[in-house]
């Protein structure tokens, strides 16, 4: 009886989940890492996207998967992000894309696989989700998500050639989404 009851309540979760597509007009996928141990230095890639299901109801995320074009990474400065795309850090040129895929979210953490370079890591991130609400000018139902997490670039074989001292082995991400149901 445990087992019925308990797939009546998986399936009546699932039928509340929707799709949701990211306006990417209001989302970011952001950066930050310490150069030289003091200064915390900011970046963003401008093209990702990705594909998320939530039930807006119990503020669940049933499944999210994404990339991030590499090529689009924005610094403030061209010859540091020329740099940045070289083999010695993201290497676009065989790499061209990061994924995410999620596994698992519980309690306002996301795991997943997260890919750069080839290279898969899992990962647990924190997750906000606030809404849903009705968007007042096109009256459609959005989310927001917040989602922020930290990442060894070491693991990742990025930049190896400099040093903690120098380039902050820890890269925090920050993800902004305002997703639309379908």
Sequence with gaps: MKKLFYLFMVGAALSFAKPYNIDKSHSSVDFEIKHLSLTKVK???ANFEGKIDIDPKTKIIN???GNLDIASIDTKDQKRDNHLKASDFFDVAKFP????KMTKFENGKIYGSLTFRGITKQVVWDAQINGPAINPMNKQEFIALEIEGKVNRKDFEIGLGFANVVLSDEVKFSIQLEVYAQ
């Excluded at 894309?97 to 995410?100: D, G, I, Q, R, T």
């Design 43 to 45: 970046g963003s890639f």
């Design 63 to 65: 499944s999210f998967a």
């Design 97 to 100: 894309k990061a994924e995410f």
